[in-house]
């Protein structure tokens, strides 16, 4: 993985290209890591671009077991406790209708929570400070993965 | 003696369904109202309407299955609800509306675990299971290999690393065209399809041995990856698919089958079952089917017939009805769980003590 810059500075881009699925992993887990309050993932990318493995990587980095981790596409929200409870959210099978069931916008307000969630363009806005990751395909294993720090306002994506 | 009929209901993910069942095993009434036309459109479910339509119908869903069983509410011995894993919106609809009838009823009232109801579904067309017994529950939203020493004690012997089973064959179908939900529409084409024809090249995560964890997130990458390098169009026609689709279908079904009865026949030369169970949505596949009833597990294979695989309320009344045989009474302080386990033993000392070292391989080819 290419070196990166913190990502303290609000509106920091951050961009970087993992080489297998094992870096996307090793990226997520190092942002988990310094995650030690409120925060709210975006994560944006076609199918088979690893979101569920950087999502394992920053639920690793929280001290979830990353193989308790699984895809909620399904299930739609899977809670995982570690040093703060983990919501890992999955919108790929709703519409921005269906986003509203979800009780997003209560799990949002909780201060003490980390909240993930793949294929997060469905939601149709960007909750206030959240990260926007996005991962992109470059090749068969390489993959650019685009970090937006500290978006302050409510703003479409 | 006199038979006890069991009352069991079930709204976790995109059925309501209510079913009244006898001593645990015979079906007296199964009525299952499922949401899949509501939400085809979106390919999925949609939380709020599915709260809503399990609203619409919890009520007259249970009257069918009162009626339909010749049974009056105040002839029910006890009342059996899922509890979880689900959707916590669907979850409630049931649970409420379980938990009214048991208060007005005063009749005592068990909570299940979903995947503990899936297990249970095998038990009307099959002998009684014998323990220990081996489970694979294979659906949407579940890919998971239990170990069942004995009555109500699972261990989790193998899951997905990554995504479900069931999963995997809907966001496989959604990128060829196939519509919602996949199983179905890829085990028809796959019929007349050619999975030697389509090498799929994939990984899976590295596992430390003897783990039988599942992995199919690298297939689904897969298959992306042969669509966008042999620039495959989804299809225009979902009843006439190009024969590169219809063996892409073939290959993709290939894999998973491989790769599931690969687990189940390690797991069954580990732990020497009694009996093993398939069950849950994909075990209504026909290609998985005849693998698992081709093997020589060394036990009989038991599986529910098509209209048990899918949610139903039967089973989660068979799998209360141990509970409410033995006495059990949860109250009405029974709350939806949306990420309950089902795991109430240790494998590792289950093993310590039952599985000769030999059993287990440590080789890594399937």
């Known amino acids: ?157 | 003696m006199i038979a006890m009929l069991v009352l069991g209901i079930e709204s976790s993910c995109d059925e309501t369904a209510a079913a009244v069942v006898e001593d645990g095993r015979v079906i007296r009434s199964n009525i299952i109202a499922s949401q899949i036309e509501t939400h085809a459109p979106f390919g999925g479910v949609v939380p709020e309407l599915a709260s809503r339509e399990h609203l619409d119908r919890i009520g007259s869903v249970v009257d069918s299955a009162l009626t339909e069983s010749g049974v009056t509410l105040e002839e029910i011995d006890g009342i059996a609800v899922t509890e979880g894993p689900g959707l916590v919106g669907s979850l409630l609809v049931g649970l409420s509306f379980a938990k009214s009838l048991a208060f007005v009823t005063e009749k005592p009232i068990v909570g299940v675990n979903h995947i503990e109801g899936h297990i249970y579904s095998v038990v009307f067309e099959n002998p009684p299971v014998a323990y220990p017994a081996l489970a694979l529950i294979v659906s949407g939203g579940h890919t998971t290999l239990f170990l069942i020493p004995e009555e109500g004690l699972y261990a989790v012997a193998g899951r997905t690393r990554d995504d479900a089973a069931g999963e995997a064959f809907d966001k496989v179908a959604k990128l060829l065209g196939l519509g919602y939900p996949g199983g179905p529409v890829i085990d028809r084409l796959a019929k007349s399809g050619d999975a030697a024809a389509v090498d799929l090249v994939f990984t899976i995560p590295r596992m430390t041995p003897p783990s039988l964890d599942f992995s199919f997130s690298g297939l689904k990458t897969a298959v992306l990856r042969y669509v966008r390098e042999n620039k495959i169009l989804p299809v225009a026609d979902r009843n006439h698919p190009d024969q590169v689709i219809v063996d892409l279908a073939a290959s993709f079904q290939d894999k998973v089958v491989r790769s599931l009865m690969a687990r189940l026949r390690k797991a069954a030369h580990r732990y020497r079952p009694q009996t093993v169970i398939l069950a849950g949505g994909v075990a209504c596949n026909s290609a998985l089917r005849q693998s698992v009833a081709a093997e020589d597990f060394g036990a009989p294979v038991y599986y529910p017939s098509p209209v048990l695989t899918t949610d139903n309320a039967a089973m989660i009344a068979a799998a209360g009805y141990p509970k409410l045989a033995r006495g059990e009474d949860h109250g009405l302080e029974i709350t939806a769980s949306a990420s309950m386990k089902l795991d109430n033993i240790s494998l590792e000392d289950y093993e310590e003590r039952h599985v000769q070292p030999s059993a287990i391989s440590y080789q890594l080819s399937e």
């Open chain 1, 1 to 157: 993985m290419e070196e990166s810059s913190t990502l303290e500075d609000a509106d920091a881009v951050e961009e970087f290209v993992t080489r297998s699925a094992e870096e996307t992993f090793e990226a997520g887990r190092r942002i988990g890591e310094r995650i030690d309050k409120r925060e709210i993932l975006l994560l944006s990318g076609d199918l088979g671009a690893g979101k569920t493995v950087f999502a394992k990587g920053v639920a690793s980095g929280l001290g979830v077991d990353p193989t308790d981790v699984t895809s909620p596409s399904f299930t739609l929200i899977n809670i995982h406790e570690g040093r703060l409870v983990l919501y890992h959210v999955d919108l790929y099978r709703l519409d921005r209708d269906g986003c509203r069931g979800l009780g997003l916008e209560e799990i949002f307000e909780d201060d003490s929570a980390v909240t993930i969630i793949e294929w997060a363009e469905r939601l149709g806005y960007v909750p206030p400070g959240a990260t926007l990751v996005e991962i992109d395909y470059v090749s068969d294993c390489e993959r650019r993965i685009t970090i937006q720090r500290g978006k302050s306002s409510e703003s479409t994506l």
